[in-house]
């Protein structure tokens, strides 16, 4: 399936899966982008990893909350004093991670170029009321990144680089590596974005964003998914059990995707996850056209990398589904 729409789909792709925590396939398609720039992708490829990024400081915020820097339940105005005398002044990080603050989703980056989008992002006027039900929120994960970075006093990158301790793995890569990573839109802004951040949110910071902004591999991907799935399975985890056991339990109702801590729940059978995949099953999706999946019930973790942007922005979801379905029909062969 991935052979056939190389090309049509996307140029590049890393496909990893593993069960019980050890590696059972992986193989990367395809090249950076396809014209005389065009570079051969290896299984190590970093791609831009858009809103998987949220899985990434997820972890880094439960850490913080490990270490007593947080409580999941707090407000956290005492860290975002701007909310002092705004309804936000009720939100706490479980709110955030679970996408249930009433945050604003997102903003047009036209609207955004001539202001600060810190300012934007913790002061806009609220969707809905604090608590009040699941609206998926950017702004509430660039919220998320502002107050663990003030909280801490470090920067995000170094926040993540301690906890997701990776190598290559993390924000703005260097100008010397960009060639090597697969080139996503090309838009009439910034023109063919190869290195540099697809997400214009994350752009306009600097590159580096609660929800997105990240670099990395299918492995480092499969590396954040294992940590809360050997949680599960009494592995050795670099996250606390009890909180990486919490942030896979349903937080909040949808009938689309369930909530957990930074995780999107399986709900229903057309979740790209595919039907084979388990109730159980957590997982979360990138723009750029990234995605994991972990099961478990089969103690699986998938992951699939692409550059689907690179053609344009049309849904990626049939690509994914049919992916993962191969994903547990090819496990379920073998066990």
Known sequence: MLRAALGRRFTAAVARVERHGRVLFERAYGSTRVDRDVRPITLDTRFD???????????????AVARGGFALDDPLVATIPE??????????????????????????????????????????????????????????????????????????????????????????????????IPATECDGWRGRLQGRVHDEKAYLCGGVAGHAGIFGSAADAAWIGEQYLAALHGRSSAIDGALAREAVREQAFDPTLRRGLGWALKTRDDNSCGPGFSRDSFGHTGFTGTCIWVDPQRDLTAVLLTNTVYFGREDSTDLRRAFFSGVTEAADRIA
């Open 49 to 63: 990893l858009a809103s998987l990024t949220k899985l990434a400081v997820t972890t880094v915020a439960l850490d």
């Open 83 to 180: 909310w002092a005398s705004l309804p936000q002044r009720a939100i706490t990080m479980r709110m955030l991670l679970a996408h249930t603050s009433g945050m604003q989703s997102g903003a047009h980056y036209r609207s955004l170029r001539d202001r600060s989008v810190e300012e934007y992002a913790l002061c806009a006027d609220l969707h809905a009321p604090v608590g009040s039900g699941v609206l998926y929120s950017d702004l509430g994960f660039l919220a998320l990144g502002f107050a663990l970075a003030r909280r801490e006093g470090r920067s995000l990158p170094t926040l993540v680089e301690r906890v997701v301790a990776r190598p290559g793995f993390g924000y703005r890569p260097r100008a010397t590596e960009w060639g090597a």
